[in-house]
C-alpha cells in the first residue's frame, strides 16, 4: 500500500484518476459543469454591452483644457504657486496649485506629476492644477517583480496563474464594467462574469482534470451561496449603496445605475479570489491524501480533509476581516473620533457595507469547503473503484 502511494505524485495521481475513472463519473462531470459553462456563454452573449457602452466615452475635461506632465524642481511657500514643474516636452518651468493635503504629505524634488492646464485661469492664479502623481514607473517595477517571483517560484504554473489573472481581468474591462454602465442587472452581470472569470482562471492555472472541476464546481456552489446571502443582506439591512463619494458622483453620471444591486455585485466578486483558494486547496489535499493511502474508505479521506479544511477555515475568518481594516483604515479611524457605541458604528453606512460583505464571504467561503471536499472525496473513490473494477476484469495487478 505504501509503495503504490509514493509510487505517484500529485499531477500522476490525478491523471491516474482521471483515465481510470469510470464513463458514469466522466458522465456525471459533464453533466454538471457543461450547463454552467453554456449558461455562462449564453449570459455573456445576452448581457454583452453596446457599442455606445464602451468604458472612456464621457470626457474628462473641458474644451481647451489638457492633461500635462513634469518634474517637481521646486517647492515654495508662495500661495497658490506651491510646486514649480518642469514641463516635459518643454524647456518652461510653471507653478502648480497643490491641494492642502498634498503639501502636507510632503513633495519631494524629482518626483512626477500629472497636471490640468486650464486656460480660463490664466491671469486669476496659475492655470496649471494639480491632478495626481504619476507612478506608472515603480508600478511596473512591481507588477514586473511580482510576476518574476511567481514564475521563479511556481514555474509553468506560476505562469499559468499570471495568464489567468490576466484572461479575468480583461473579463471585467471587456464584458464586466461595459455592462454595468450599459445597464445590465448588475446581479446577473456578477454571476456571469464571475463565471467566466472562474473557469479561465481555474483551468488556464491547474488545467483540466478532475480536481480542477472539483474546485470549480465547489467554487461555484460558493458564489451561489455568497449571492443568495448578499441578496439577503443587503435588502434586509437596508444597505443603499450610497454612502460614499465616489458612488454618489457615479450615480450623477448614470441616473438610471442601481447603487444597492452594484453594492450585490461588487460583494460577489470581491469573494472570488479567497473562495477559489479555499477549494483549490481542498481538492488537492483529498487526492494528496487518497495517493497516500489508496484503501482509505470515503469517510476516512473525506474526514481528514476535513481537518485541513477546519484549519484554513479558522486562518480565513481574520484574514477577510484583517483585509478589510487595512484598507478600511481610514474610515475607521474618523468614525473612531466621534463619541459613538460601538454596535452604533459598525452598522452605520459605509462600515455596514463592508461588515455585510466580509460576513457573506465568509460564510460562502467556510460552506464551499465540507461541499468541495465531499465532491473531491466522491469522485476520488470513485475513480479508484472503476481502476479497481477494471483491473478484476483483465486480470492486471495494480502498478508497483
Given at each position: 500500500m505504501t509503495g503504490h502511494g509514493h509510487s505517484h505524485g500529485s499531477a500522476d495521481s490525478t491523471l491516474a484518476l482521471s483515465a481510470g475513472a469510470s464513463r458514469?463519473?466522466?458522465?456525471?462531470?459533464?453533466?454538471?459543469?457543461?450547463?454552467?459553462?453554456?449558461?455562462?456563454?449564453?449570459g455573456m452573449i445576452a448581457l454583452w454591452p453596446s457599442a455606445d457602452a464602451a468604458l472612456g466615452t464621457l470626457p474628462v475635461v473641458g474644451d481647451g483644457a489638457q492633461f500635462l506632465r513634469g518634474t517637481v524642481v521646486a517647492v515654495t511657500d508662495v500661495p497658490g504657486e506651491e510646486v514649480r514643474l518642469a514641463l516635459e516636452g518643454s524647456d518652461s518651468v510653471v507653478p502648480v496649485q497643490a491641494p492642502p493635503e498634498i503639501l502636507q504629505a510632503g513633495v519631494d524634488v524629482?518626483?512626477?506629476?500629472?497636471?490640468?492646464?486650464?486656460?480660463?485661469?490664466?491671469?486669476?492664479?496659475?492655470?496649471?492644477?494639480?491632478?495626481d502623481y504619476v507612478r506608472t514607473t515603480p508600478?511596473?517595477?512591481?507588477?514586473?517583480?511580482?510576476?518574476?517571483?511567481?514564475?521563479?517560484?511556481?514555474?509553468?504554473?506560476?505562469?499559468?496563474?499570471?495568464?489567468?489573472?490576466?484572461?479575468?481581468?480583461?473579463?471585467?474591462?471587456?464584458?464586466?464594467?461595459?455592462?454595468?454602465?450599459?445597464?445590465?442587472?448588475?446581479?446577473?452581470?456578477?454571476?456571469?462574469?464571475?463565471?467566466?472569470?472562474?473557469?479561465?482562471?481555474?483551468?488556464?492555472?491547474?488545467g483540466i482534470s478532475i480536481r480542477t472541476t472539483t474546485a470549480l464546481l465547489g467554487t461555484i456552489i460558493g458564489l451561489a451561496i455568497t449571492t443568495v446571502l448578499a441578496w439577503w443582506g443587503t435588502s434586509a439591512g437596508q444597505l443603499t449603496g450610497a454612502d460614499s463619494e465616489?458612488?454618489?458622483?457615479?450615480?450623477?453620471?448614470?441616473?438610471?445605475?442601481?447603487?444597492?444591486?452594484?453594492?450585490?455585485?461588487?460583494?460577489?466578486?470581491?469573494?472570488?479570489?479567497?473562495?477559489?483558494?479555499?477549494?483549490?486547496?481542498?481538492?488537492?489535499?483529498?487526492?494528496e491524501l487518497h495517493a497516500s493511502a489508496p484503501e482509505a474508505s470515503s469517510r476516512t479521506v473525506f474526514g481528514r480533509a476535513m481537518r485541513i479544511g477546519r484549519d484554513h477555515i479558522a486562518s480565513t475568518v481574520y484574514t477577510l476581516a484583517f483585509a478589510y481594516v487595512g484598507t478600511g483604515l481610514t474610515t475607521l479611524l474618523?468614525?473612531?473620533?466621534?463619541?459613538?457605541?460601538?454596535?452604533?458604528?459598525?452598522?452605520?453606512?459605509?462600515?455596514?457595507?463592508?461588515?455585510?460583505?466580509?460576513?457573506?464571504?465568509?460564510v460562502g467561503l467556510v460552506l464551499a469547503i465540507p461541499v468541495t471536499t465531499a465532491i473531491g472525496t466522491f469522485l476520488v473513490r470513485s475513480g479508484a473503484a472503476a481502476d479497481r473494477a477494471s483491473r478484476a476484469e483483465t486480470g492486471t495487478a495494480a502498478a508497483p
Open positions: 458514469r463519473v466522466r458522465l456525471l462531470l459533464v453533466a454538471l459543469v457543461l450547463p454552467i459553462l453554456v449558461a455562462t456563454v449564453l524629482g518626483a512626477r506629476m500629472k497636471v490640468l492646464f486650464i486656460p480660463e485661469a490664466i491671469g486669476a492664479g496659475s492655470p496649471y492644477v494639480y491632478v508600478v511596473a517595477l512591481l507588477a514586473g517583480v511580482y510576476a518574476l517571483v511567481v514564475v521563479l517560484v511556481a514555474r509553468w504554473r506560476g505562469l499559468a496563474a499570471i495568464a489567468g489573472l490576466v484572461v479575468s481581468l480583461g473579463i471585467i474591462a471587456v464584458f464586466v464594467l461595459p455592462a454595468l454602465l450599459g445597464g445590465a442587472d448588475p446581479l446577473l452581470v456578477a454571476l456571469v462574469g464571475s463565471s467566466a472569470m472562474m473557469f479561465a482562471a481555474v483551468y488556464l492555472a491547474h465616489g458612488a454618489l458622483q457615479l450615480l450623477s453620471l448614470t441616473p438610471g445605475m442601481s447603487l444597492r444591486a452594484l453594492l450585490l455585485c461588487g460583494i460577489v466578486i470581491a469573494g472570488l479570489g479567497a473562495l477559489n483558494d479555499v477549494t483549490i486547496t481542498q481538492a488537492s489535499a483529498v487526492w474618523l468614525v473612531a473620533l466621534f463619541e459613538r457605541a460601538l454596535v452604533d458604528t459598525l452598522t452605520s453606512g459605509e462600515i455596514a457595507e463592508e461588515v455585510v460583505r466580509t460576513l457573506v464571504s465568509s
